[in-house]
């Protein structure tokens, strides 16, 4: 007695998923770990800008943006320099962003990110 073609297809649905779930999982996990960094990005450049404007118009410049970024979500992870020349004040800073996230994290280094801002000294 001949099979009829349902029959020989059944289960086919089951392991074509089995096969494309792990590559659209670490597809999704990879868009994630994108978004992470990018929002780690522009807070960075917003928390730079917050330090260069708080050591333009402060006494002491290197004391007012390292309290800003202390009191940042970076805390004291990111390594920033002030600088002032010709009347302005230049905030760059260093932050060693983990990619810790699952499976993604195995595979990809820690990213470092930048960010710069200057402002004309007030005080």
Do not use: W
């Not at 998923?17 to 917003?46: D, N």
């Not at 260093?94 to 280094?109: S, Y």
């Not at 200057?118 to 005080?123: A, P």
């Amino acid at each position: 007695m001949a099979k009829s073609q349902a029959e020989s297809h059944r289960g086919q649905a089951a392991v074509e998923l089995a096969l494309v779930m792990p590559i659209v999982v670490v597809f999704m996990l990879m868009i994630l770990q994108v978004g992470l960094v990018v929002r780690e990005q522009i807070a960075l450049i917003h928390a730079c800008g917050a330090a260069a404007r708080a050591a333009s118009i402060s006494d002491s410049p290197t004391y007012a943006a390292s309290s800003i970024f202390s009191a940042s979500s970076f805390g004291d992870e990111a390594d920033i320099a002030v600088t002032t020349n010709d009347g302005m004040v230049t905030v760059d800073v260093v932050f060693n962003h983990p990619t810790d996230l699952a499976i993604i994290g195995l595979f990809l280094p820690d990213i470092t990110l930048r960010a710069s801002a200057t402002y004309q000294l007030q005080g």
